[in-house]
């Protein structure tokens, strides 16, 4: 599971990972409803772990992924940001779901190839890469999807490496 963290939008993605095929279970993005009167904090905050328990009760992800901490150049919105994340670390940590972060330039590398890539082209590769027959909206929903992706690819790159860790038998030691 990936998850996009924001007060306003969290952004949530499911996805199965089964040898190398990734398909999306699930994805959208945790906000009030149309036509609702703006949350406080508080309220926002105890939403969007309310939500997210009910993800994960759900789906039981094995492991859940989360945008790193960047450096925003607006502190106000960092220290809100801040929020979101600990709710989310909260609901993982309570539900005994492994926790792993990656910075948004790992996770667009990781999706796109190139770190510095728009909301569009990350849009354009999940779906491609999910396979999907439109392209998954809100962005807030493609960056959790993307998160998701990241981690699935950093998982079978460790594997990997894990596999091929031996000592080669064509060298001598």
Known sequence: MGV????RATGFGVISVQGNRCACLDFGAIKPRRGEAPLQIGERLRYIHQELVT???NY??????????F????VRSALTLGHARGVILLAAAQ???????YSPLEV????VGYGRADKA???MMVQRLLNM??????HDAADALAIALCQAFSSRFHQAVKRNSGISPYLET
């Open 4 to 7: 996009d963290p924001g007060t």
């Open 55 to 57: 993800l994960i009760q």
């Open 60 to 69: 039981q992800p094995e492991i859940l992924a989360v945008e790193g901490v």
């Open 71 to 74: 450096h925003a150049v607006n």
């Open 95 to 101: 539900h005994g779901v492994e926790l792993v972060e």
């Open 108 to 111: 667009k590398k990781a999706v």
């Open 121 to 123: 082209q990350v849009q």
């Open 133 to 138: 027959k439109v392209k998954p909206q809100p």
